[in-house]
């Protein structure tokens, strides 16, 4: 059978819904048909067992978190500096948690990966190639920091975005704030 890309991203926005909401235990074929609004049978048709839908909910989650194209190439002509990384991390943060659901689907498939060994290594593959476009960015960028320090910002910004998308335990300090205070502690 012929495969519909927009189909394909209908079912695979479905499944994020899905995830985000009823967590990995409600994601079924059945159920992402149902969010869809499509004939039950069409996600298997699609997706033909739940690690082929995982890993289209994965590559699906990149791309609905990934950076603009303008956002990129701006930063790209602009001077490399602290600035400039605060800006980066602020824009990624933004992106996290102005994509709640999107993200809170991720935090899911990483939950299950963590009782998953085969998930697991489906989504260590996902994370890394994630981790090495940042570094690549970073360093095409010029901007200050290498491996060690992205990596150490992935940590810092996952538990910002995680506090701020459930109960924050400051909710009074602005999130840009706690961006410019993590740029200033952990770059060198």
Known sequence: MAKNDARRTLLADAGI????????????????????GVPVGTASNYFRNRELLIAGLSERIGARLAP??????????????????AAYVRDIVRRLTTNREVT????????EAARRPEL???LG????????????????AGLPGGRREIVNFHYAIEGLVFDRLTSPIDPHTS??????????KLLP
């Open 120 to 122: 697991a290594a489906v």
């Open 175 to 184: 999130t840009d704030e706690v961006v410019d205070a993590l740029v200033a």
């Open 17 to 36: 819904a899905v995830l985000a909401r009823e967590g990995s235990r409600g994601l079924t074929h059945r159920a992402v048909d149902v969010e869809a």
């Open 104 to 111: 809170l689907a991720l935090y899911e498939l990483r939950l």
């Open 68 to 85: 603009s194209e303008a956002d990129l190439a701006a930063r790209a002509s602009a001077a490399p500096s602290r600035d400039l990384f």
């Open 125 to 140: 593959e996902w994370q890394q190639s994630g981790l090495d476009a940042d570094v690549a960015f970073n360093e095409a």
